[in-house]
């Protein structure tokens, strides 16, 4: 198999298993079907959460039993069986807590070996590019999920067979990588890196001392912001008579193209002045978004360009800061530094529905979106200090 068709199928793939967690947004509307709350999606997701930095801590001992191929298959196999077993929930039960634990395996798996995968067949020069059309791949299944539930559900009655469709889409993505496996060992250039088991606490102290630590807290904000903004979209759009279809396809084809287009851009000279702007866009689009809940319910118009305002600034913001994030680790502590910031990321995307959840059964989803707009405005505070030093 010739090196661009075993690259094309790869993405293929990946676009199939990051279909995955576009159906965290859906999580809400499902649990509300057989009495479930945003809460409970929360307890749910910090099953996830766990098991998500537990296999990130121990992928080097899984792909030393299974190999990186072999595992990346498992973690198809694992976010199959989490998705059936949500589809098939009609209660809040042991099994979704069980759910939520395997999707974290799975995702965990998935979303830190790919790169990993692809980096032992393209030469250094190629990071970049390669990087980017995974990391589209992977964004496109994020928002085509949300899409495809809206249309399932008018079909069939039932969110459910959305999570249905998911696993099988999985299941499809592992024999793809299954397939894949002997080819990319005859493309391999290199061996893939050492992955290192756990953080050792010298090099942890020392991660936390440097000028990364600025980029670790920032990307822990810029999670709490997006979990804020999308896992419960589908709510916000129920209350003020909008499709979240609409919504999640704008955002998702915006931070498609922004993508694509900030690859050249990514190692500019002034990084932070961009991501100072971007998150300045990020928060006006957050506060168009309140005024529309407020006072404009109804209006498709100004969904739209809140969509394409939260594309722009939170979808490009975000490989600017991970690239910083590298840039600014300290020498010879550039894979604790990224795994470190990988912790940030995972533990907010899915740790902070606990909170969020909480907030919306006690206060409402007015507060959720206001605590939002407020953590938006503190970032670019922090964004502004760092450009000016």
Same mark, same amino acid.
């Given at each position: ?24 947004? @859906? $999580? ?7 009495? /479930?709350?945003?809460?409970? !999606? =929360?307890?749910? +997701?910090?099953?996830? #959460? ?82 980017? @059309? $995974? ?7 994020? /928002?085509?999920?949300?899409? !495809? =539930?809206?249309? +399932?559900?008018?079909? #069939? ?97 915006? !931070? ?134």
């Amino acid at each position: 198999m010739r090196r661009t068709t075993a690259f094309v199928l790869f993405l293929i793939a990946c676009f199939l298993q990051g279909n995955t967690y576009g159906l965290v947004f @859906l $999580l809400p509307p499902l649990f509300a079907d057989f009495g /479930g709350t945003p809460a409970d !999606v =929360g307890d749910v +997701l910090t099953c996830t #959460t766990v098991s998500i930095l537990l296999v990130i801590l121990y992928l080097g001992k899984i792909t030393e039993r299974f190999g990186l191929i072999n595992a990346i298959v498992v973690a198809g196999i694992l976010l199959a069986c989490s998705l059936v077993i949500m589809g098939a929930a009609n209660n809040v039960s042991v099994g979704l807590f069980v759910a939520g634990g395997l999707l974290g395996l799975g995702w965990g798996m998935f979303y830190t070996l790919t790169p990993i995968a692809i980096d032992t067949v393209i030469k250094p020069d190629e990071r970049v590019r390669f990087y980017t @059309l $995974l990391s589209v791949s992977v964004m496109a299944g994020f /928002g085509s999920s949300p899409v !495809v =539930g809206v249309e +399932l559900e008018k079909i #069939t009655n039932s969110l459910a067979t959305a999570f249905y469709i998911v696993a099988l889409y999985c299941l499809i993505s592992s024999v793809i990588f299954m397939l894949l496996k002997k080819s990319l060992s005859r493309l391999e250039l290199r061996q893939p890196v050492d992955i290192a088991p756990a953080t050792e606490k010298q090099s942890l102290v020392k991660v936390l001392r440097s000028r990364a630590l600025f980029l670790i807290i920032m990307i822990a904000i810029n999670s709490s912001i997006f979990v804020c903004m999308t896992n419960y979209q589908a709510l916000f759009a129920q209350q003020a008579g909008l499709n979240y279809a609409h919504f999640f396809f704008t955002y998702t084809s915006v !931070v498609v193209l922004c993508r694509m287009l900030l690859v050249k851009f990514i190692s500019g000279h002034s990084p932070y002045a961009t991501i100072a702007t971007l998150l300045v866009i990020m928060t006006i689009g957050i506060g168009l978004f309140l005024l529309l809940i407020l006072f404009f319910a109804g209006n498709a118009v100004i969904y739209i360009a809140v969509a394409i305002l939260f594309g722009v600034g939170y979808g490009s913001a975000y490989p600017i800061i991970k690239a910083m994030a590298a840039n600014e680790a300290e020498k010879g502590l550039l894979q604790q530094t990224m795994q470190v910031f990988g912790f940030s990321y995972f533990l907010f995307l899915f740790g902070f529905p606990f909170i969020a959840g909480r907030v919306i059964v006690n206060l409402g989803l007015l507060p959720l979106l206001q605590f939002a707009l407020l953590l938006s405005i503190i970032q670019c505070a922090m964004a502004v200090k760092r450009v000016k030093k």
